[in-house]
């Protein structure tokens, strides 16, 4: 018996797996030669086995991601942290190591049917008519935000601007008191940044544990104490007749501040640094804003894809656009490839803010598109508008402007800093304005679901 | 032309309404989206199209 009949395995395996490539997306080639890489992988190799990370399917092609990524019936998002299923990674690759999963990212690391019972909980609070109602709280946050800095003429748009409005609302729409933003802040960005052998990691990993133990705590204090939010319909959920317990309602605010973070805060900082360096396009955004303000905000989505790509695993062998995909197998699927696929977007490393057509998949395709894509472009515009507004000559520092060192995960900046014309305060700076939209949440119940209230109230 | 929504492939990207608002309708609750119904308009045939166009999930259907 010859090798190849004990084993076949590997040479069926090697011939299907192709073509290969050898691309490590947590290096800093995939960020410094991404162009290169989006015009090459979905021209040459739409569909490859990438072979970083024990081997993987890598789709990068605009119509391959459509054809695949849709395909629930064949694909998991499961991280069965416990063995309890069929033990698959969840959405990273790699994924992180066993012993450092507490909790699984809440929906998008869970299949249907249970997936869909919690979205049908959270879809209330996010739709855009249950976001709209948040509108003069984002106003206000916004304003809070630039009043701590407009009288300097210097403002970081990541630390100062992008890293607190997405936070604070965030708390809001959770039921969680909002001032706690700062508990949270610091960890959910700088776990996206900091490399595992970075000597920083052991301060992030003590900031983690700390947001991890003061969401436990509110999540109990929420159980005897009620306050409506987003925490509050997921401890009252019914989830085919279970009710989720601390960590299962852990797991989903997990997701919703690590996805809902520095996503908003990338692609807001990304932005600021364009339309700084393209002073005639600034002026074009800020004279025809009404006409702008949707399609500019989408083509920043595409350019910029703050979340390049997720993980998958096969759960069924299957054929799809030629390719054999077997039982157990990861994929990740490059959204930020895809949305640079000229056979979509005509120049596509153009930017162009009144761009028409654009089918970009910056929030994901299928059951799992980003549940929070409705905060994000309002906050996005809220915080843009602001700083066109009210610092209409800002320029970004290129010196000081920090981008992550590996685009991997998020596409994001850890600082921006700008200078500008100082301009008049309007108002209390955050602090005081945290405090005081502490009250008017409580008040007036603002984080209830759409169902239960659907009319905006003002601030007071 | 008449323009309809496949409710089976609408994820609540919201494209639609945003690129014609008067032609789709988003549900308050998780903000997926119908057509309006009837008849498009002819001088809304374009932005029906361009509705379909910018679809992530190709879920517009014009007939």
Redesign the interface.
Known sequence: MSIDQVNPAPAGDDARRQPRIDVDRHSTVWRTEFRTLSDDLPANAPIAWNETYGGYWMVTGNKEVFDIVRRADVLSNDNDIHFERNGYDGIQIPPPPREQRVVRGGILEMDPPEQRYYRNVMNPYLSPAAVARWQPVMDELVRACLDDHIESGRIDFVDDLANIVPAVLTMAMLGLPLEDWVVYCEPSHATVYTHPDSPEIVRVRELQNQMGMRAMQSIAQLRTDPRPGLIDGLIKADISGHSPDDMEVLSQVTLLIGGGFDTTTALTAHALEWLSENPDQRERLVREWEELRDSATEEFLRYYTPAPGDGRTFSADVEIDGKQFKEGERLWVGWATSNRDPGLFEDPHEIKLDRKGNRHSSFGLGIHRCIGSNVARATFKTMLKGALDRMPDFVCDPAGAVHYDTTGTINGMKHLPATFTPGKRLGPGVTETVAGLQRIVDEQRLAEPVTARKQARLTD | MKVSVDSNVC?????C??TAPDLFV??????HASAVGGDVPPNREAAAR?AA??????AVVLS
Do not use: K
């Not at chain 2, 994820?11 to 494209?15: E, S």
């Not at chain 2, 988003?26 to 903000?31: A, F, N």
């Not at chain 2, 166009?53 to 190709?58: D, I, L």
């Open positions: 994820q609540g990207h919201t494209l309404a945003m988003l549900s308050d609750e998780d903000g361009e166009r910018t679809c992530p999930e190709q």
